[in-house]
């Protein structure tokens, strides 16, 4: 069995700064991708951050404040927001790609909390 474990959420200033981590741990044959996706209350979940083998996408409204990066061989990913708005409050979701014995897969975290505030 395969759990992907999130953390660092939490509730931080306009201006402030979060870095979120999510590890994955079981019967790993390899991790295709990895990504973070984003659900605020009454809103579509919508993806933030995607990392793979050909470089790195941001959704248009994170660009330049957010940056995803990860080690594959500890099938662990980050992503660290600077400058952190209103909007950008919303339960942070994360997301694998993972190969397991035959069968390849889409796992999701818990999820993690942020909220932007004053």
């Known amino acids: 069995q395969v759990r992907l474990a999130e953390s660092g959420g939490g509730l931080v200033q306009p201006g402030g700064s979060l870095r979120l981590s999510c590890a994955a741990s079981?019967?790993?044959?390899?991790?295709?991708?990895m990504a973070w996706y984003r659900q605020a209350p009454g809103k579509q979940r919508e993806l933030v951050a995607v990392i793979v083998s050909g470089g790195t996408n941001y959704l248009n409204s994170v660009k330049g404040r957010f940056t995803i990066t990860n080690n594959n061989a500890k099938n662990t990913v980050w992503l660290q927001m600077n400058s952190l708005l209103p909007e950008d409050t919303a339960v942070y979701y994360c997301?694998?790609?993972?190969?397991?014995?035959?069968?390849?897969?889409?796992?999701w975290g818990q999820g993690t909390q942020v909220t932007v505030s004053s």
């Open positions: 079981g019967n790993i044959f390899s991790v295709n991708s």
């Open positions: 997301q694998m790609e993972i190969t397991t014995d035959a069968l390849t897969i889409g796992y």
